[in-house]
């Protein structure tokens, strides 16, 4: 069962796991009808995870046994309403950890955490997997406890609850929606339909981003992974490839040389300056063998590629 299969990472998800599983296999749900695709290929179902009746029965009735929850209030648009972001952010995860600590047939939970749980203090180069970590987001924040409660409930409950903290996650299939690493996707379809873009983010703001073939094979990987080999039940730093507006900028340009980017920075700038640049995935690596195919390179070039396909550009 995937939760918010109608957003960035959820439409990408189930036509993955619905490879791997077999389409009638894995539902598909959100509050939303997600775009065409996901609803007509295969089980989808309107429900919110936030009516924590209609969840467990729904778990129950479906005998789901693994649950990926990819619903939240993302960094940017949490700021604006801050009280219903955690509300959000928060509830829902609970509904979701409590739902698998008393339905026996749920086997294993995925929830996203992100490089948003680390803050000013932390150190932003090659941040390492166990640091200090002062977020200043609600977003953030709202990760950070979630973090220490799939930890508890691991521990006290014995939950497989398994997570990574995503860097910017960069795609063409699903925008995703008030991020601060939302530039980096933004950049791309700009590029393609007017050969401009104006940043939100700075000249020199560098932020861990991953293409999202990586992430979704990353995340899959680990929900397959042997439990008695993972040792971190909080989240695991996810790496990819540190990169700013201006390298992409410079990427762009070897396909769209007159490609013109200008930079007017919003309050996502601080934001983004809270976060790591890079971080340290050695654990990451270890424990499942988390590895990546794409760099900034080859991801360019999809991107663009695909982009142009969609648009008609
Ligand atoms: N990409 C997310 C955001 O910018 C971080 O997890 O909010």
Redesign the pocket.
Known sequence: MVIGASGQIGSELVVELRKIYGTGNVWATDIKTPRAGVADEGPFQVLDVMDDKQLIHFVIRNKITQIYHLAAV???NAEKLPIQAWNINMDSLMNILEVARMVEDVKKVFWPS???VFGPTTPRVNTPQLTTMEPITV?GISKLAGERWCDYYYNKYGVDVRSVR?P??ISYKTE?GG????YAVEIYYEAVRNGRYTSFLQEGTALPMLFMPDAIKGTIDLMEAERSKLTIHSSYNLGGFSTTPEQITAEIRKHIPDFAISYNPDFRQQIAESWPQSVDDTVTRMDWGYETKYDLEKMTGIMLEEIRKKTNH
């Open positions: 993302l960094s940017g992100s490089i948003a977003y995503y910017g996650l995703a991020g601060t690493t939302d």
